[in-house]
């Protein structure tokens, strides 16, 4: 009976012991430093091809477990994206280029 015990809490701190973590890791594409922007007005988009202005990848979002979109659209905003695009577990921070910015020569 001893070992009966012992084995059925080996088991269980093994199964709670493996379960997945959940995180969201920003890799930065650039060290340039971009303002928040509002949440409200992040795009998203299905594929690169969609996107309707000249724009300059900020990094990706790695993505484990599961998390609301709420969550994805803050830290993109935190990260200051105009939009975002859903690649499996990444997500992609795109900032888009507004006709007076100088870096327009070494976009996209």
């Known amino acids: 009976m001893r070992l009966f015990y012992i084995l059925f809490l080996s088991t269980v701190i093994l199964i709670v012991s493996c379960k997945s973590q959940q995180y969201i ?3 930065p594409y650039t060290h340039e430093k971009f303002e928040k922007t509002d949440i409200s007005k992040i795009e998203i988009f299905d594929k690169r091809l ?3 202005a000249k724009y300059f990848e900020i990094g ?3 993505i484990e477990g599961e998390h609301s979109k709420s969550e994805i659209l803050n830290e993109a905003s935190e990260k200051g994206a105009d939009a975002i695009i859903f690649e499996a577990n990444n997500v992609v ?3 888009f280029y507004n006709k007076n910015d100088e870096k327009d020569k070494d976009i996209y």
């Open 25 to 27: 890791h920003f890799v």
């Open 93 to 95: 921070l795109i900032h």
């Open 60 to 62: 990706v979002l790695k």
């Open 50 to 52: 969609d996107l309707p």
